[in-house]
């Protein structure tokens, strides 16, 4: 039998008719607890930020990966024209939601990038974009309390680290 166009097995058995299909995987997890109540307010707004974040983050990380892969063994000059393209498609799609973010969902999508590649946001962006325009987001980025330079690092804050274990990148890549 198929059910949402997916076979599943049918079962009909004293006049009750059993279906036996997979699922996709679910995580159960108890609540988390934290010391604070404003720890708990601060994980809340984090979730939420990281909600509309991670679905960027997710193409990103994967836009990345796919970039190394092509640009393996090219010329540097190949190279800075293969990021010039891929920048301005990436412009036009994403400049006007990526513009529309809150800090904090800026702030989370950094991070978890940063924590699937284990670097910082400044040394990503150097290596794509070169020195002067990292440095420039940088000095931008310090505008609205933020350092690029800073990559993220597990312990130091203990309620984005529990946000960015709820968000795992590498689940959907």
Sequence with gaps: MMVDSQWVTVFVKEGDTIIVASLEKVVVQAPREFDYGDQRELYSKYRRAAAVAYPYAVQAVRLYLQLQKELEGKSEKEQKKIIKNLNKQLKDEFEDPLKNL???QGLLLTK???????KSFYD???ELKGGFS????NVLSKQFGYDLKNEYRYGADEVMDAV?????I???L
């Design 170 to 172: 590498n689940k959907d």
């Design 112 to 118: 978890m990038i940063e924590k699937k590649f284990d």
């Design 164 to 168: 960015l274990e709820d968000f795992d």
């Design 102 to 104: 809150t800090r904090t």
């Design 134 to 137: 990292a440095y420039y987001w």
């Design 124 to 126: 990503i962006i150097k």
